[in-house]
């Protein structure tokens, strides 16, 4: 059996009531790797998860671990342990015995047991509060909890289910890196969901993105971030700046023609007709309308400043381009009314073919419409 299949999902199909949920699904996830089930709510990635625990009878397809069939197996004969959103804990139980309460069901002796809870307790910084119970932790402490209940039966597979989307922002960080630490010391295959791009981006080997029930693109973090595969998908990773283009044939090639509000630039790998750009507000480069000419490759655009806020670190603009608006990163604040140039860089700029059906943006179709009479910015 290859390495690749020690968790493998086969078409899988599942849904409730009359609606499909999850459109055929294929995965396939190596011994020891942490993936991630990225996308927005109702996208069917906890469907997935459930699926895979066994918690969620599929309509099609199958589940294998290390090429045995799992589909109709229950959820303790899986060789996994699940972590809950809402950590599932037992309000009269302590610390002690829900760590110990997998094992316990296994009819281990209760030294074994103790020792095994004991060694969680320490790998997790809970020792010492083994006699407490839930309503006396912080909530990083439950969360702590409950991964120490999934860990103490030692899983082959573990599943995450947004387990720390209710905790505060500087627990959530802190946990992210405990959570990814001890999962490549035990050498434990990971599914973790979560809606947080950057909480999977930190804590993933690969990410996997889902929308309507299917897989929009699989790779490592840098490949999903840097080289989406469509506009949906740079969207959903940060490139939320959206201009709709036209390409046109001429001078040897495809290009966008020059207007008030852009320069003229070569689309190399593009057909005529409408194009999605896309680009984070963080790639655009604020230049003075009268910058010489940018490198090759850069597209220039014109606007004005219509907002300026202060998030911290940096100013954040928000700027209309044509009929578009836009967002970028700048150094110093600048007064709304005053006109700008932006340039995106050709590796921070994403391009697609407009999509028929509008799945590009995450918002749903948006046309920017042709450029009319105005002033120049140059």
Known sequence: MQERDHLSVEGLQAGYGAGLVLKGIDLAVPKGQFVALLGSSGCGKTTLLRSIAGFETPRAGRILRDGAEITALPPDRRGMSMVFQSYALWPHKTVAQ?????????????????????????MLGLAGLEGRKP????????????????LAVRPDILLLDEPLSNLDARIRLQLRGEIRALQQALGITAIHVTHDREEAMVMADRIVILD??????????????????????????????????????????????????????????????????????????????????????????????????????????SLRIGQAQVEALAPMPHVPGSAVRLDVPPAQLFLFAAPADGRG??????????????????
């Open 212 to 317: 309507q029930g299917v897989i929009r693109q699989d790779g490592s973090p840098e490949e999903i971030y840097n080289r989406p595969n469509s506009g949906f998908v740079a969207a959903f990773m940060g490139a939320e700046n959206l201009l709709a283009l036209e390409a046109v044939a001429g001078d040897g090639g495809v290009r966008l023609p020059a207007s008030e509000w852009n320069r003229a630039l070569p689309l190399p790998g593009l057909r005529p007709g409408p194009v999605e750009a896309r680009f984070r507000a963080e790639a655009a480069v604020l230049q003075p309308v009268d910058a010489p000419e940018a490198a090759p490759g850069v597209l220039s655009l014109f606007g004005r400043v219509t907002g300026c806020s202060y998030p911290g670190g940096c100013w954040r603009l």
């Open 361 to 378: 943006d995450t918002h749903g179709p948006r046309t920017v419409p042709e450029p009319q009479p105005q002033r120049s910015f140059r």
């Open 98 to 122: 829900h760590i110990g309460y997998g094992l316990a069901l296994r009819g281990l002796p209760r030294a074994e047991i103790a020792a095994r809870v004991a060694e969680v307790l320490a």
């Open 135 to 150: 309503a006396a932790l912080s909530g990083g402490q439950r969360q702590r909890v409950a991964l120490g209940r999934a």
